[in-house]
Nanobody, 119 residues
Framework: QVQLVESGGGWVQPGGSLRLSCRVS????????MAWYRQAPGTQRELVAR???????NYADSAKGRFTISRDNAKNTVQLQMNTLTPEDTAVYYC?????????????WGQGTQVTVSS
């Protein structure tokens, strides 16, 4: 059983910062690409940032220059540092990981953590 548990969400004023963290646990033979997605009310879930096993990163245009994704392969964690937050960043943020558990590569999701940016 694989679990992804996010932490670090909350409320912040515009211009503020938050750091999200996601820890992967369970039967993990190999941990592949990890990512953060978000979903605001009434919208589709969208990719925010992605990091591969070699550290290569990709960002949504809305995240470039403000957000930084990083990972710690020894601890099976992925982080998202979010700076200069705006109300448009308000959403539920989900951790995503590609995991090989011994037979196949599968896609796993966390339960989500709410980020609210408002004054």
């Amino acid at each position: 059983q694989v679990q992804l548990v996010e932490s670090g969400g909350g409320w912040v004023q515009p211009g503020g910062s938050l750091r999200l963290s996601c820890r992967v646990s369970g039967r993990i033979v190999s941990l592949g690409t990890m990512a953060w997605y978000r979903q605001a009310p009434g919208t589709q879930r969208e990719l925010v940032a992605r990091i591969s096993t070699d550290g290569t990163t990709n960002y949504a245009d809305s995240a470039k220059g403000r957000f930084t994704i990083s990972r710690d392969n020894a601890k099976n964690t992925v982080q998202l540092q979010m700076n200069t937050l705006t109300p448009e960043d308000t959403a539920v943020y989900y951790c995503n990981a590609r995991i090989f558990s011994g037979s196949t590569w599968d896609n796993y999701w966390g339960q989500g953590t709410q980020v609210t940016v408002s004054s």
